[in-house]
């Protein structure tokens, strides 16, 4: 098997199931999904390989899809612009912000973040008003010009961009994995101050993290804003904050697949069994309570002897064993 | 001796943490090569004076001199990558990394002449970096067996000796080891003695902090007794061993 295809060959099969399961299910399910799925690979990073736990994630999301949103409902109509725009935003914020809480630690980093996250949602509700219409939102799908190559006014083109948007944060994913500042944020998690000792600088280690982790949330946000066709404070709300870290802790934060399958399985809960069962997150709970009992690597603990075994019969000749 | 032989130098080093003084106007200078041991009852102050060295604590008053400019100032970072390394008491490696990746992260920093940039790790693929080097010095280290065990899962030996390995590949100029043989069976303790013989004798200065002061002996060319923050004797093995401050302060023999 050619060297290419055992390097990548699992993100062939991992994504072409999603590519799959979206004949199989319905469109508005499976945007959701890998837009979310992108959301929670960016946090998996940060809980997974650097250790900080962050009760505000929403906020990031949000400045991504204000970005993108006040950007269409104001100035330009191109929505590739406007996810540029949104992603640029991002940066810019968690630049800033990272500069500033990366300062603390531990549970007073994850608070701080909630704390941004309410300030950020009485900035966007209340505060400037006159730029984002507060609770009412921003509306602009109407606005959003057509463009030639994905046409992205079309839902069925946003999942592909979507998902092509997925396999990048994945690589990139892989790729901080396969790197020296992979292992050194790993580091920064298991012993910052030996890795300091060792003459690293952590706090730069721990801001790019931080940066990239949240840019790419601000990218899913962005990807929402031009979903929707709007945007609102709603989607920084507090009470939104633990959905990405039920979705990471659920598939397991810190890996490769745990946060693609969180997300799909966080989102069916949300699409699928609400439609049946009011207190759907009832179900959540109970399951987190007994994933969480397994392992910290969640669901994938469980999945991984069962994938490696499969793609060994794949990938691999059988062994013959001889008894003497 | 004046300051300017000396590799690194303290001069009336004080540190105060209430009622407790671990560091009570120190003065110590180690020279080029040298080989030196700390002994000290607990609590004298043994660690004190090297997180005082290494910038982890910032003395009350007192200099810190190395390579004849003063560091006592300056983050541990920086004198990390002036040349000063230091192990701890409790064995400090990174748990959830398997143990070439420990030694990689270490030998990253060095070829990097002790400053890794950002964007160099970010671009730098792990698989790939100096394999060879880093397989012979995992080999060479005595690692070959463990390779790929996360380096959490190591005995107290050989997480000793991954510490003390990641610090001898940087090539200090000074290698601070705080109570490297505690907890070690006496063979460990030897691998480990061996280890500084051949790797580390006649390349950097070394100091050391220990209680089995036996394994000293044919370790180093000085001993100082260090008692309540104050250096009570300081010359040679037997020197050290027979001043009576340090028979009277350390053993707790009173001669008359």
Same mark, same amino acid.
């Given at each position: 098997m050619p060297r290419w295809l055992k390097r990548y060959g699992d993100i062939l099969l991992v994504f072409g199931a999603v590519g799959l399961l979206r004949l199989a299910l319905p469109v508005p399910f499976v945007i959701h999904a890998v837009i979310f799925a992108i959301y929670t690979m960016a946090f998996s990073f940060l809980i997974g390989r650097l250790g900080l736990v962050s009760f505000g994630q929403p906020v990031y999301l949000s400045i991504g899809a204000y970005g993108t949103g006040i950007y269409l409902a104001r100035f330009g109509t191109n929505p590739y612009a406007g996810l540029f725009v949104g992603v640029v935003v991002g940066i810019l914020f968690s630049l800033l912000i990272g500069s500033l809480l990366l300062r603390l630690t531990g549970d007073y980093f994850a608070l701080a973040n909630l704390a941004l996250c309410a300030v950020g949602f009485f900035f966007f509700q209340k505060a400037l008003v006159s730029v984002t219409n507060g609770d009412t939102g921003l509306w602009y799908l109407a606005r959003m010009s057509s463009t030639p190559i994905l046409n992205l006014r079309q839902p069925n083109n946003v999942f592909v961009l979507a998902l092509i948007l997925a396999v990048l944060v994945w690589l990139l994913m892989k790729y901080i994995d396969s790197s020296v500042y992979g292992a050194a944020c790993l580091a920064v998690k298991g012993n910052e101050t030996k890795l300091q000792l060792l003459g690293y600088d952590t706090f730069g280690v721990k801001w790019l993290a931080f940066v990239l982790a949240n840019a790419t949330a601000a990218l899913a946000g962005a990807l929402y804003a031009i979903y929707f066709g709007f945007v609102s404070p709603a989607s920084m709300e507090l009470v939104r904050a633990p959905e990405v870290i039920v979705a990471a802790l659920l598939g $397991?934060? $810190?890996?490769?697949?745990g946060p693609l399958l969180g997300a799909f399985l966080y989102i069916a809960m949300q699409d699928l069994v609400s439609t049946h069962v009011l207190y759907w997150e009832l179900f959540v709970g109970i399951m987190v309570v007994l994933i969480m009992m397994g392992d910290e690597k969640g669901i994938t603990t469980w999945l991984k002897p069962i994938f490696r075994s499969g793609w060994q019969l794949v990938s691999r000749r059988p062994k013959i064993t001889r008894t003497p | 001796m004046s300051s300017e032989e000396a590799l690194l130098g303290v001069e009336n080093l004080t540190k105060r943490f209430g009622a407790v003084c671990p560091a009570n106007g120190v003065n110590y200078k180690l020279r080029e090569n040298q080989v030196a041991g700390i002994i000290g009852p607990n609590g004298a102050g043994k660690t004190t004076f090297f997180n005082l060295v290494t910038g982890l604590c910032i003395p009350d008053s007192g200099n810190v001199f190395f390579q004849g400019g003063d560091i006592t100032r300056l983050s541990p970072q920086k004198r990390v990558q002036l040349g000063i390394r230091r192990t701890f008491q409790l064995a400090s490696v990174f748990d959830n990394l398997c143990v070439v990746d420990n030694i990689r992260v270490a030998y990253y920093q060095k070829q990097r002449a002790g400053r890794p940039s950002l964007g160099g790790m970010f671009l730098t693929e792990l698989v790939g970096v100096h394999s060879e080097t880093i397989d012979e010095l995992t080999e060479g280290m005595g690692f070959a067996n463990v390779a790929h065990t996360e380096a959490g899962g190591l005995s107290l030996g050989n997480k000793r000796k991954l510490e003390l390995a990641m610090a001898i590949i940087a090539e200090p100029k000074v290698l601070l080891l705080d109570e490297p043989f505690a907890g070690l069976s006496e063979m460990e303790i030897s691998q480990i003695v061996e280890m500084l013989k051949n790797r580390c004798a006649g390349k950097m200065s070394i100091l050391i902090i220990e209680h089995k002061i036996t394994w000293l002996k044919d370790l180093v060319d000085r001993l100082s007794v260090l008692v309540n923050g104050e250096l009570v004797a300081d010359g040679t093995y037997q020197e050290a061993l027979e001043s009576p401050q340090a028979r009277k302060s350390y053993w707790k023999l009173i001669e008359e």
């Open positions: $397991g934060a $810190g890996t490769l697949y | -």
